[in-house]
């Protein structure tokens, strides 16, 4: 599920098993808005399960960029993972969760700088 707001794309990662409980979140920031800056992502993870959420976004073959909440306690949002991409490029995001070193991966997204 990939809702838009406030020019920002927002992916929820929802339980299997739970209906309706949210784990978390990765949220990409397009441009920069209210405070918000530009070509930026960040994650949260909202549930105590132990998983933490990890978002990396595919710039080139050796250089990604990671958003991530391994190793804080539940609830917590990561600090923005941010810098300045070349304008109207698709990039590949990758979500997971983590725990332990381990990561499950949950999903791909494509999002645009």
């Not at 739970?18 to 920069?32: I, K, M």
């Not at 949260?44 to 050796?62: F, N």
């Not at 490029?89 to 979500?95: P, Q, R, V």
Request: glycine content about 10%.
């Amino acid at each position: 599920m990939q809702p838009q707001a406030s020019g920002n794309i927002l992916y929820l990662i929802d339980f299997p098993d739970l209906s309706g409980t949210t784990a978390g979140w990765v949220e990409w920031s397009q441009d920069p808005s209210g405070g918000d800056p530009g070509d930026s992502m960040r994650v949260t993870d909202s549930w105590a399960d132990g998983y933490g959420v990890e978002a990396d976004l595919d710039i080139s073959s050796s250089n990604f960029r990671i958003a991530t909440t391994a190793g804080h306690n539940s609830p917590y949002t990561s600090k923005w993972a941010s810098g300045n991409l070349p304008e109207r490029h698709k990039y590949n995001m990758d979500i997971w969760m983590v725990k332990g070193g381990q990561h499950t991966w949950v999903d791909s997204i494509t999002v645009t700088s």
